[in-house]
């Protein structure tokens, strides 16, 4: 059963903490999409990789935030220093070739900044 | 130009009745139009989507309207059962690209 795999699931820490989110992406898919779920904002876009390459990290603070692809198998997200607003679920999401036009998410990462 | 517009932001539906959401885009290179759907805890699952050179597409009782001079979709969802209450969210998407989501829609379907 291919799904995308998100530890951790559950993730509460002090504001000024680093915090690393990671994503197993599905085998075989070459893109990988970060997104923060809110109430107020939805679901928005923080960056996107194809074949391990960024592409657009645009929805991304760039002074606190970072996402890297170490390898095809791993994806990984970055808050350093973390603070309040921070707290959201953040999902990683995985597509196929050609054409990535579906997304498959993954559980998601409830992070809360105290 | 890259939003979705998406409405209602809540619905509450009678077992049986139909649930309608549309969605309303501006960028014209759209070429691909989901709906995913989410329950609670989870991460949003692809329901059902339809390319701009059909008006209609059905699964099952989730049909998708297109009507591309208005540049407008939506989703029908007929006789609605409580297990489809969950958070809808129309999406738009230029291939090859990334989707572009819209607010969502908490859907309830009461028994």
């Known amino acids: 059963d291919a799904r995308v795999t998100q530890t951790p699931r559950h993730k509460v820490t002090e504001m000024g903490q680093e915090v690393t989110m990671r994503c197993q992406p599905i085998?075989?898919?070459?893109?990988v999409f970060w997104y923060r779920q809110t109430m107020m904002q939805g679901l928005e876009l923080l960056a996107y990789?194809?074949?391990?390459?960024?592409?657009?990290d645009s929805g991304m603070p760039k002074d606190r935030f970072s996402a890297e692809m170490p390898d095809a198998t791993l994806a990984t997200l970055k808050i350093q220093p973390s603070e309040p607003r921070d707290s959201a679920v953040y999902f990683c999401?995985?597509?196929?070739?050609?054409?990535?036009?579906?997304?498959?998410f993954g559980q998601g990462t409830r992070l809360t900044v105290v | 130009q890259q939003q979705v517009k998406q409405s209602p932001q809540s619905l509450i539906v009678q077992k049986g009745g139909i649930s309608i959401i549309n969605c309303a885009y501006e960028?014209?290179?759209?070429?691909?139009f989901p709906w995913y759907q989410q329950f609670p805890g989870k991460g949003p699952a692809l329901l059902i989507a339809?390319?701009?050179?059909?008006s209609e597409k059905k699964e099952g009782r989730f049909t998708i309207s297109f009507n591309k001079s208005a540049k407008q979709f939506s989703l029908h969802i007929m006789d609605s059962q409580p297990g489809d209450s969950a958070t809808y969210f129309c999406?738009?998407?230029?291939?090859?690209?990334?989707?572009?989501f819209g607010e969502g829609t908490q859907l309830t379907v009461n028994p």
């Open positions: 999401a995985s597509g196929p070739p050609p054409l990535n036009t579906e997304a498959f």
């Open positions: 085998l075989g898919h070459n893109t």
């Open positions: 990789f194809r074949n391990r390459a960024p592409l657009d």
């Open positions: 960028n014209t290179a759209f070429d691909y």
């Open positions: 339809i390319r701009p050179d059909v």
């Open positions: 999406a738009a998407e230029t291939s090859g690209s990334r989707l572009t």
